[in-house]
Structures are given as structure tokens and as C-alpha cells.
């Protein structure tokens, strides 16, 4: 591996702390710390991304010393390790300074095109920002992470990548409902990669401590290396970097109502500039749809972050961003104005969408309508998400509507709910009578839009379990699945969740803890 060729420019822009304390505190006027990885004694590798590897310029893994990098245990004696400072608003309170509390920076790299990538490690021990906890992870949440992220990448959805998966050789103890009932659990440690990590909060803890011009500085870099559509002398530049981050967290959101994913946890500090998907948790996929599902025992019975509620919640977090930004922008009517705008830029972008998955082969008048339609069908009728689209796919009036559509159902449904049924395919046909396109070229949209795979959560608790167990055969196979989600490689996963597991703690009912 090119471990030489990891950089670490971040250290040497901003404000920094280079002394390596890790004790816990506040650092105010500080962007960046340097810490230290844990350096595990007892790692041992579970899972590698070779070809993302190879992609970022990282290369393959050659020897002991590259596994040890991996695994959060050695590290080259040149490479100076450290946490960022950020703030942020958590369930829309004010949380004040937060910071990578169980992330560590190993630098960024750039490949032979000259994009960079910044690397990290998750669970790899305390930083000066882990605010009274260990800076550890455990295995269940970072199996979730590894999987999910890819899965997310090759659906199509802005997001983080997993790069690495190691048991961290610890115990580590945590109460996974808050519940008072402590357990130990394996250990672990995740390497992952994104063009930057950059939240949200970063420019919120700058603009509330008053370092206008570190905040300065902070904008200007992220224009400069993430948003090169933008003038650098442009005295817009400041608007239109916000702009960006408004258009890139809707085109976000939209796909992941696209394809059924409830973050759990969208606080302003979870929230990337790059409308990347950040920081894994208590998450899901929808099984049946339900707008007002969400999978964080901590959210609950607010359902601030339900599944229905993430575009707006994206529109607030955006304002907290605007003002954060205000002392750079200074024109509230242009802040007022784009914020004003991401409604109907979301709704717009949702709608075609919308009309992707269904075949039409644009957004018609009364399609906003026949949208609501459905999703209200899907609500009343418990209806997998997933799988009412698949089998939309191949449905045809030479079929029985009640065979065709019976394994779609989380409750038994009645003559009268199969009516609704009946005239909701009824009012789709007509829909599609409408269509400019042929049949197979709207089956064809379907197909490109609908994933037939999806990562749902008991696949994520049986993982996790047979992970424990030192089996590898679940990982692997899912592995295969998350990387061709719009094909049925394994019919056996393309099925609803079990009844068994209705309610399973770290199943169907998730926490932060990690």
C-alpha cells in the first residue's frame, strides 16, 4: 500500500492544537488536534475493499506493516494522526462543541487523477472530542457501517465508503438501549473514505465562537477543492457555495426516498457539505412503507427523523447552515431565498423521481395526485416497499392481481383492501396509457430505478451474529448482493422480513449506541 503517499494538509491549514493531549475538553479557537490511534494489540482483518483501495491510489495490501495500518495497530512513523473539531444541533437543540469523538484522521491521498480522499478510522480510541466516552465501536455497528455504505454506493446514493473491517481484539462495553443493561461486545475498528468529511457543523462551531475569519478560511477551502463550478473571486461565492450544499443535500434526500432509507439521526453535525451520506447508526430501510417510521429507539415518540419527515428536516439543518454562513453571505433575502427555493427544488427532483419508478417517462400534471395515491395504498395495506415495485415490474392483466401481489403484505388483508388494490392498478394502467415511451422502455426505467436488493436489517443482525461466531459466509454473500442491487442474484433475500424478527432488539429496534 501507498501508506507514503497519505498527506495530512488539514494539520498545517487551520488552527490546531499539535501537542497529542487526548484528554477531553473543550478546545475552543482550535479546528484540528493531533491524537493518537489506539494501537491494538490483537487485531485481526475481517473484510478489505481492494478495489476501492486501488481506486483512491491506496493500493493493495502487501504486507504486515499495511495490515497493521488497517487495523488501527502501527503506524509509519511520519504519519501525524488527528480529530476535528466541530459543533452541531441534536434532536434541534443547540449541543454546542462535538467533534470526531470515535474518528481519526489518517490523512487524505490523492490517485492518479489527481482526486483526493481523505481516510479515517472509526473505533480506533479516544479523542480530545470523545466527550466522557472510549473513542471504541463495536462490532454490530461496524458491520453495519461497512455494509451499508457500500450498499449505498452502489444504489446509486451519495455516500461515505468502507475501505476496512477488523475485530479491534477488545471488549468493549455498552448499553445498547440506554437502558441500564450494560454487556460487553466484540470490539472493532473501520477504516472509511470520503472526498471530505466536512459537516455542517464545522462551520456552525467556527461562526458560534466568532472565528469569522477561520470560518473564512474554512469556506474558501471547501469551495476550492469541492466546488470548482464556483468563482474563487466571485464576490457570490460565499451564496452560491451555499447554493451547492442546498442542491446536493435535495439530489441526496430524493434518492433516499428513491430507494427507502431512513438515516435515524440527521443532527446538523451528521450532515456532509457534499450531500454525502455520513455517519451510520441507527438506520434502515424501509420493510413496509410507513412515513412515520423510524428506527431510533432515541427518536422516539417524536419521530423528529422519521422517514416522511427527512426532507424537512434537511431544510432546517440547511438554515442552521445559512446561519452559520450569514457573516460571510450578509444578505438574509439571498439566504431566505435559496433556503424558500429547496422546497419546491426537492419536491420537483422527488416527483421525477417518482415517475422514474413507476415507468412514466415524465411528470405529468395529475401525477402529483396519483403519487399521493400510492403511497397512501402502501401505507394502509402495510406494503414492502421494495417489493411492490419489483412485482409492479412484471404485473400484467393476464395475471391474478391477489397471487401476483400476495407476499407484499405485512398483515392479511381483506376483500375490501384487495378492492383498493384492484382500482389503484386500474388508475396505473390508464396512468400508462399516457406514456410517450413503449412498455419494455418503461419496464426498462423500472428496472434501472428500482433496486431489487436492499440491505434490510435482520441481514444486518444475522451478519453481525454469525460474525461473532467467526463465520464469514453471510458477509461474503451479502457482500455479492449490495453490489448488484438491481439484480435478484440471491431470491432468497428479495423476500419481506421475517415475523421472527417483529421488534428484535438491534433488528427492528435500533439506538446510537455503537
Known amino acids: 500500500m501507498n501508506l507514503d503517499h497519505i498527506t495530512q494538509q488539514y494539520l498545517y491549514l487551520f488552527p490546531g492544537d499539535l501537542s497529542g493531549n487526548k ?3 473543550q478546545t475552543p479557537k482550535i479546528v484540528v488536534s493531533t491524537t493518537e490511534i489506539a494501537h491494538f494489540e490483537n487485531p485481526d482483518l475481517i ?8 481506486e483512491i491510489g491506496l493500493g493493495k495490501i502487501e504486507n504486515e506493516e499495511d495490515k497493521d495500518f488497517l487495523n488501527a495497530k502501527a503506524l509509519p512513523s511520519t504519519m501525524k494522526t488527528y480529530a476535528t473539531a466541530y459543533a452541531g444541533h441534536q434532536f434541534g437543540n443547540w449541543a454546542g462543541q462535538l467533534g470526531d469523538g470515535r474518528a481519526i484522521f489518517a490523512g487524505e491521498i490523492k490517485n492518479k487523477e489527481g482526486e483526493k480522499t481523505e481516510i479515517q478510522w472509526k473505533g480506533a480510541g479516544a479523542t480530545p472530542y470523545s466527550r466522557h466516552a472510549d473513542g471504541r465501536a463495536v462490532l454490530r455497528s461496524s458491520v453495519r457501517e461497512y455494509l451499508m455504505s457500500e450498499a449505498m454506493f452502489h444504489l446509486g446514493v451519495s455516500t461515505t465508503r468502507a475501505l476496512s473491517l477488523s475485530f479491534s481484539g477488545e471488549q468493549v462495553v455498552r448499553d445498547m438501549l440506554y437502558d441500564g443493561n450494560a454487556a460487553y461486545e466484540k470490539g472493532a475498528v473501520m477504516t472509511r473514505v470520503a472526498a471530505s468529511f466536512l459537516r455542517f457543523g464545522h462551520f456552525e462551531l467556527l461562526s458560534a465562537q466568532g472565528e469569522f475569519e477561520t470560518l473564512k478560511q474554512l469556506t474558501d477551502f471547501a469551495i476550492e477543492n469541492y466546488f470548482p463550478q464556483i468563482e474563487k473571486d466571485s464576490e457570490d461565492k460565499y451564496a452560491a457555495f451555499f447554493q451547492s450544499v442546498a442542491d446536493k443535500t435535495a439530489e441526496m434526500i430524493v434518492d433516499w426516498f428513491r430507494v427507502g432509507f431512513v438515516h435515524g439521526v440527521m443532527n446538523t453535525d451528521n450532515m456532509s457539505i457534499l450531500g454525502l451520506t455520513i455517519d451510520y447508526g441507527p438506520f434502515s430501510f424501509l420493510d413496509e412503507y410507513d412515513l412515520n417510521f423510524t428506527p431510533n429507539t432515541t427518536d422516539l415518540p417524536g419521530r423528529r427523523y422519521a422517514f416522511g419527515n427527512q426532507a424537512k428536516i434537511a431544510q432546517w439543518n440547511l438554515w442552521q447552515l445559512a446561519n452559520a454562513l450569514f457573516p460571510l453571505i ?20 422527488h416527483d421525477e423521481m417518482m415517475a422514474k419508478k413507476f415507468g412514466f417517462d415524465e411528470v405529468q400534471e395529475a401525477d402529483g395526485e396519483f403519487f399521493t395515491e400510492a403511497q397512501q395504498l402502501m401505507q394502509d395495506l402495510k406494503i414492502d416497499y421494495t417489493l411492490f415495485f419489483k412485482q409492479l415490474e412484471s404485473y400484467s392483466e393476464s395475471v391474478d392481481y391477489k397471487i401476483h401481489f400476495k407476499e407484499v403484505f405485512y398483515t392479511r388483508i381483506s376483500e375490501e383492501q384487495f378492492l ?20 419494455e422502455d418503461s419496464v426498462r426505467l423500472m428496472k434501472k430505478t428500482n433496486p431489487k436488493f436492499i440491505l434490510r436489517n435482520y441481514l444486518l443482525f444475522e451478519c453481525s451474529n454469525e460474525l461473532n461466531e467467526g463465520k464469514k459466509d453471510l458477509l461474503n454473500k451479502l457482500v455479492i448482493a449490495l453490489e448488484n442491487p438491481y439484480e435478484e442474484i440471491y431470491p432468497d433475500f428479495s423476500v419481506k422480513r421475517p415475523i421472527e424478527y417483529d421488534g428484535q432488539t438491534g433488528c427492528s429496534t435500533l439506538s446510537c449506541s455503537s
Open 23 to 25: 484528554r477531553q475538553r
Open 47 to 54: 473484510i478489505f475493499n481492494e478495489k476501492l483501495s486501488a
Open 330 to 349: 450578509k444578505e438574509e433575502a439571498k439566504l431566505e431565498t435559496i433556503l424558500n427555493n429547496f422546497n419546491t427544488t426537492f419536491w420537483k427532483k
Open 420 to 439: 383498493q388494490l384492484r382500482e389503484f392498478l386500474q388508475s396505473y394502467k390508464e396512468r400508462l396509457t399516457k406514456n410517450t415511451i413503449s412498455k
